[in-house]
C-alpha cells in the first residue's frame, strides 16, 4: 500500500481537494466551484447552519485535515457565524494548501466561482505533484457501519466485517464500530470485552445514555417487522449489529472527532450530551459516516441487506451485502457478495478474508463500486457533546 | 460447502442454528458435529435448537445470551416469541401476528 504522507504524522490513502461551503448559503458557488471535475479528485462537503455550533467547527476542522484531503477551498457568504478565519488557520498550519473565499467580499456569485476554479486549477497540479510513501496495514483506521439492514444483516455482512476486523486489527489497524442507540442489550458483553474496569462502565454508561436519548425520542430500534424475519428479542437485533465489530477487546470509547490512540477496537458514541436537542443524533447513514471520517477512518466497511447504494466524500466506502438477492439486483453497487453465505458458496472466514483484502486493495488506490459511480454524499447537522473523559481512553493516560 | 448449507452456527457455544431457506418439518440439519431433526417447519432467518433447552436458560446466539427460554424447549423446535424473552424490553408484536407454531408464521 501507499498513502501521502501529512505533517501530523498520519497517511491518506486519497489527495483529494476539498471545497467546503460553510453555510447552505455559500453551497450553490462551493458546489459550482467542484462541479467541474468529477474525476473524484475535487469534492464538496459543508455545514448549512448559520448559527454557532462547536460541534459543527471541530468537525470541519477534523475533516478538512483528514489523511485523505490534500487541499482545502473554504467558501463563506460572509455574514454567517461559522468561524471561517480560524478553520483556515487551522488547515493552514497542517501544512496542506488552502484558501478562504467571501462571496459577499468576493463580487458574489459569479466572481466568486471564477475565482474558486483559477484557485482549484492551480492547486490540481500541487497536489499531483505531492509524492506518495509505503503505507502500512497498522496504519490504518477502519470504521464500520450497517444500513438498509434486514434479516439476513446479521447473519452474513455483519459477522463477516467482524471477522475482517479480526484481521485488520491483528495486522495493527485500528477498528471503529459504532451506533450505541443499536447496541442496547450487548452492554454487557461490550465491557466483558473491555481493556480496563474504567473503560467498561463508561462503555455500560454510554450505551444507557443512549437508550435514554432514544426512549425521550419515542424511537425504539426494535420494528414490529423485525420479528417477522427471524428476530425475538432486542437483545438480538443488537447482538446482530454487534457482530460487526468481531473479537477484539475494546481499547477505547470516541465521541466524534476523537483518534484512535494507536490501532485495536474502538466504539464511537454518536448520541449527543445532555438533554435532547437538535432532534435525531444522526439524520441517515451518511452522518455517521462522516463521524467516522472525522475519527480519522481511511475506508467505511458499510454492511448493507436491502441495498444502501451510498458512498461518502473524503473517505471510500465499500459495500458488503448481506442477501443474495439484493447483490443480484444491485451487482455495480455492491463491492462484496456476503449473501453467498446463505447458498452455501463461501463461509464467514472466507468473505472476512476477501473483505480485509479488499480494504488494502482500496488503500492501494483501487475504486470501490460507490467510487467509481462518483457517490460522494456528505451531510453534517448540529450536535452538542461533552469531552471524552479519561477512562475513555486508557492507552492515552499510559 | 459443496451443497447449500440449510442451517448457519453463529458461534460454537451457541444452542440455536440459524435457518438459511424455509425448512420443512422432519428436514435433517447439521450443526458440523451431529445432526438435528426439525420438530417443526422454520423459516429462512428463524432459529431452531441445536439441544434441549431448559426452561429458563439463556438462549445463546453470536456466543452471547439474548434472552431466556420461557419454557422448556426441544432439541429441533423453533425458537421465537413463543418460548424466547427478552430479558431488557418487551417485544413489540402487532395483534395478530403469529406468536406460536400453531399459527401459520411462514413468511
Redo the contacts between chains.
Sequence with gaps: MRGWLRQDGRKGIRNVLVVAYLVECAHHVARAIAERHDGGDVQLIGFPGCYPNDYAQMMMERLCCHPNVGAVLLVSLGCESFARGRLLEVVRASGRPASLLVIQEAGGTRSTIERGRAWVQAALPVLAAMPTTDLAPGELVVGTICGGSD??S??TAN?AIGRAFDRLIAAGAAGIFEETGEL???EG?MASRAATPELAAEIVATVEKAARYYTTLGH?S???GN??????????KS??A??KSGASPIVGLLKPGDQPVGGGLYLLDVVPDGEVRFGFPNISDNAEIVELIACGAHVILFSTGRGSVVGSAISPVIKVCANPDTYRRLPDDMDIDAGR???????LDTVGAEIAGLVEAVASGEPTCSEALGHQEFILTYKSFTPAGPACLPARAR | ?????PV?L?APEDNVL????DLPIGHRVSDGQREIVLREAV?????LARHPILAGAKII??G????SATRAIAEGEW???HN??????A????EG?PVSPDEDHV?
Design positions: 434479516g439476513t446479521g447473519l459477522p442496547i442489550g450487548c458483553h425504539g426494535f420494528a414490529v420479528a417477522d424475519g427471524g428476530l425475538t428479542t432486542q437483545e438480538e447482538m446482530g454487534y457482530a453465505i446463505l447458498e452455501g458458496r463461501a463461509d | 460447502m459443496t451443497a447449500a448449507a448457519l453463529l440459524i435457518a438459511v431457506a423459516p429462512l432467518g428463524h432459529k446466539k453470536y452471547a445470551a439474548i434472552g425458537v421465537h416469541l424466547l424473552a427478552s430479558d431488557y424490553l417485544t413489540p408484536v402487532l401476528s413468511a
